[in-house]
C-alpha cells in the first residue's frame, strides 16, 4: 500500500489558504473521491510525489509534456536564457523565433501574438473575430472547453463538465445570450442555424478533435461543414488548437484534416511545460490587433523569453523526423492493450485515439458527443481512477479529460500499464 501522509498535510494546509486547495479545479480530484497529490518531481514518464511514490504519468501537465517531463533540451534552453534575465517587457529575439517556427508549422497562420494561457488565446480570438465582423453571436459546442472566459462558459467541458456545472455563476446572462451551443459532430443541425442565422455570427469556435469531454474525433463531414457554412456567411471560423496544436501533427489537428481555419488557438505544448498562449491566422484579420490595428489585446509577461525558450526547444525536438511515427506506435500499443485487457475481462468500454491523445470511457456506446460521453459509468471510473493509481499509474482525475502519451513513455511502461488496467477491471468485475 503507497502512503499519502505528506500530500495529506500538505492539502489541508493549502485547503486553508486556497479555494478548494487548488488552483485549478479539476486537480482536486473529487469526481474520483480521492484528494490530490503534490509532487515533487517528475523525469521522463515518471512522476515522484512528496512521499516518495512514483507513478507512469499520462496527465503530462495536462497536454503540454508531449516530449516526457524535465526532457534535457528544455532544461538547458530555460537554464540558458534565465542567465539574461527573466522578463523585460520589451521585444527580445525569442519571440521571433517561436513566431517563424508557428508560421512554418501551421500555414492558415501567416502572423500570431503570444499571450500567456490558452484561455486568453481563445478569449482574444474570439475578440478579434467580433472586431472584424462587427458581429456578436458565438458559436461553440457542447463539450469543448476554450478556457475559462465568461464567453465560453456554456455547456463547456474539462472542470466545467466533471463538476457538473450549467455555467458559472459571475457570469452575466447579457454574455451568454451572445453565445450559442450546439451539439459537437452535429453537421445538419449546424448548417441549419447558420441557414437561419448567420449574418448574425461572428465567430464558430471549435476544437478540431475534442480534448475535454474525454477524446473525440470529429467525424467525416463535420469540419468540412463548419469550413463551409462560415465562408458562405462570413463568420470567421477558429480552431482551438490549444490542446491539438503540435499534439495529434506537428500542424496540428488542420493538418490532419486539411482544414484551415481563419484564426487558430494554442498553447499547451507551445510552451513547452511554462505558461504560454498564442493566435494566430490570416494577415489580414491578424493585421487587426493592436497595436496594427483597432482590436485591443495586451500582456505585461507576453513573449516571456523563458517561456518562449522552453516553447523553442520542445519544437525543435517534435520536429526532428520520425518523432510523430514513434508516438503513433506507441499509443497504439496502449489502445490495443486496453481493448484485449478489456476483452479479456467482460469489461465494456470504449476508446478513441487520435494518436498520442486518447479517451478511455466506461461505456458500452460509441462516443461521438457529449451526451454519449456522459453515458459513461462515473462511480465506476471513479474505481478504476483509484486502483490504477495505487498501481502506479496516473491518470486523469475525470471522465471527461484526455490521456496523454508522450515520447518518453517506453514499451515497459505501457506494458506494465497494460497489466495493470487489466487488473483493475478484473476486480472491478468481480465486484
Ligand atoms: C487547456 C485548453 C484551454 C485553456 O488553456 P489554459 O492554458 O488552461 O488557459 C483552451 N482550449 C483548449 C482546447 C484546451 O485544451
Redesign the pocket.
Known amino acids: 500500500m503507497k502512503t499519502y501522509r505528506k500530500s495529506s498535510e500538505l492539502f489541508a494546509r493549502a485547503k486553508e489558504l486556497i479555494p478548494g486547495g487548488v488552483n485549478?479545479p479539476v486537480r482536486a480530484c473529487r469526481s474520483v473521491g480521492t484528494t490530490p497529490l503534490f509532487i515533487e518531481k517528475a523525469a521522463g514518464s515518471i512522476l515522484t510525489d512528496a512521499d516518495g511514490n512514483h507513478y507512469i504519468d499520462y496527465v503530462g501537465s495536462?497536454?503540454p509534456m508531449i516530449l516526457g517531463h524535465s526532457h534535457p533540451a528544455v532544461i538547458r534552453a530555460i537554464e540558458d536564457t534565465l542567465k539574461r534575465g527573466t522578463s523585460f517587457g520589451a521585444p527580445v529575439d525569442l519571440e521571433v523565433t517561436l513566431a517563424e517556427m508557428i508560421v512554418h508549422a501551421v500555414p492558415s497562420v501567416e502572423k500570431v501574438r503570444m499571450v500567456?494561457?490558452?484561455?486568453?488565446?481563445?478569449m482574444s480570438a474570439v475578440r478579434l473575430a467580433r472586431g472584424v465582423t462587427g458581429r456578436d453571436v458565438i458559436i461553440k459546442f457542447d463539450g469543448?472547453?476554450?478556457?475559462?472566459a465568461d464567453t465560453f462558459l456554456v455547456a463547456a467541458g474539462?472542470g466545467v463538465a466533471t463538476l457538473n456545472i450549467a455555467g458559472s455563476p459571475g457570469v452575466p446572462d447579457a454574455v451568454i445570450a451572445h453565445t450559442l451551443s450546439l451539439p459537437y459532430n452535429d453537421a445538419e443541425r449546424f448548417a441549419r442555424v447558420m441557414e437561419k442565422s448567420g449574418e448574425t455570427i461572428a465567430a464558430v469556435i471549435v476544437?478540431p478533435v475534442?480534448?475535454?469531454m474525454g477524446l473525440v474525433p470529429p467525424v467525416p463531414g463535420f469540419l468540412e461543414t463548419l469550413r463551409e457554412k462560415t465562408l458562405k456567411y462570413g463568420s470567421l471560423l477558429i480552431f482551438?488548437?490549444?490542446?491539438?496544436g503540435f499534439r495529434v501533427a506537428y500542424g496540428g489537428a488542420q493538418e490532419l484534416f486539411h482544414i484551415g481555419p481563419d484564426l487558430s488557438?494554442f498553447?499547451?505544448i507551445v510552451g513547452g511545460g511554462l505558461?504560454v498562449?498564442a493566435y494566430g491566422g490570416r494577415k489580414e484579420f491578424m493585421s487587426q490587433v493592436a497595436p496594427e490595428g483597432p482590436v485591443y489585446q495586451a500582456g505585461t509577461l507576453s513573449g516571456n523569453p523563458i517561456a518562449m525558450a522552453a516553447g523553442i526547444a520542445t519544437l525543435t525536438e517534435i520536429r526532428k523526423p520520425g518523432f510523430y511515427d514513434r508516438l503513433e506506435q506507441i499509443s497504439a500499443l496502449l489502445a490495443h492493450g486496453l481493448e484485449q485487457a478489456a476483452a479479456n475481462t467482460n469489461t465494456r468500454l470504449a476508446i478513441n485515439r487520435v494518436g498520442s491523445m486518447m479517451g478511455v470511457f466506461l461505456t458500452d456506446r460509441p462516443v461521438k458527443n457529449f451526451d454519449d460521453a456522459k453515458t459513461s459509468n462515473l462511480e465506476k471510473f471513479a474505481a478504476y481512477y483509484r486502483k490504477m493509481l495505487e498501481r502506479g499509474i496516473y491518470l486523469a482525475p475525470s471522465q471527461f479529460e484526455a490521456t496523454f502519451v508522450s515520447a518518453a513513455h517506453s514499451e515497459r511502461d505501457i506494458s506494465d500499464t497494460i497489466a495493470a488496467a487489466e487488473s483493475v477491471f478484473r476486480e472491478l468485475s468481480a465486484e
Do not use: I, R
Open positions: 485549478s495536462w497536454g500567456n494561457s490558452g484561455t486568453e488565446a481563445a469543448c472547453y476554450h478556457g475559462h474539462s476544437e475534442a480534448g475535454n482551438d488548437e490549444v490542446m491539438t488557438c498553447g499547451k505558461p498562449g
